[in-house]
């Protein structure tokens, strides 16, 4: 493309367009079939909710790979790195898609160190996914209830609760108060900004992406 003339963002731009198209296509695909499969976190939930929530984080990992590819040189490194990436975002969603992640917003994590872990696990778009999930799932599937020790199905998750922060007990009796779910979606907005910088900084300044 260079060779004809056209700049470096005619090639980014080509990509982004054609990625958010399977973007829009496959997640409307997962909405559609999880509601029809009768999945409460699907049924329970309003559809364009869980729609702009997976997209908006698809995009976001769209920039994450945009980004790796400025910095890793080799087809054998970029598959290395996307196999860790990928074992170490399906682990965290397992343990954190659930009530553990609350414990990154109990009380005793309000300290210094506490704060700064949450903001580097902030930039790394899986822990958000699994941040969110979580935040949905409990009202649109079942969840613990610690005052009635026994397994609830929650009412349903709708626009109003976006905003909402979550607080409560967690599983370990332990309080905690963690940000709303459309502060988690902003977050991962942040990160396409971060990410996409990144992505046009290490474009320009590192040569041996080109070939």
Request: proline share 2%; with cysteine; net charge neutral.
């Amino acid at each position: 493309m260079m060779t004809m003339g056209l700049k470096s963002s005619a090639y980014w731009c080509s990509w982004f367009i054609t990625s958010l198209f399977f973007i829009i296509f496959t997640n409307t695909i997962l909405v559609l079939a999880g509601d029809i499969m009768g999945m409460e976190y699907f049924t329970d939930t309003d559809p364009g909710i869980t729609f702009v929530f997976f997209t908006i984080f698809s995009i976001c990992m769209q920039f994450v790979g945009y980004f790796l590819s400025t910095v890793v040189a080799t087809i054998k490194a970029g598959n290395s790195v996307t196999y860790l990436l990928f074992l170490l975002a399906m682990t965290i969603q397992v343990l954190l898609g659930t009530d553990l992640v609350t414990f990154f917003y109990i009380d005793s994590a309000e300290e210094w160190w506490g704060a700064l872990l949450r903001w580097i696990f902030y930039f790394y778009p899986p822990f958000l996914l699994a941040k969110g999930f979580s935040d949905i799932a409990k009202k649109s599937g079942y969840a613990y209830d610690g005052k009635e020790f026994r397994w609830k199905l929650g009412p349903g998750y709708t626009y109003a609760d976006l905003w909402i922060s979550n607080d409560g007990e967690n599983l370990a009796k332990l309080k905690y108060k963690s940000p709303s779910t459309a502060f988690i979606m902003g977050l991962m907005l942040l990160n396409c900004v971060v990410y996409g910088f990144l992505t046009w900084y290490f474009d320009h300044v590192n040569s041996s992406n080109r070939g």
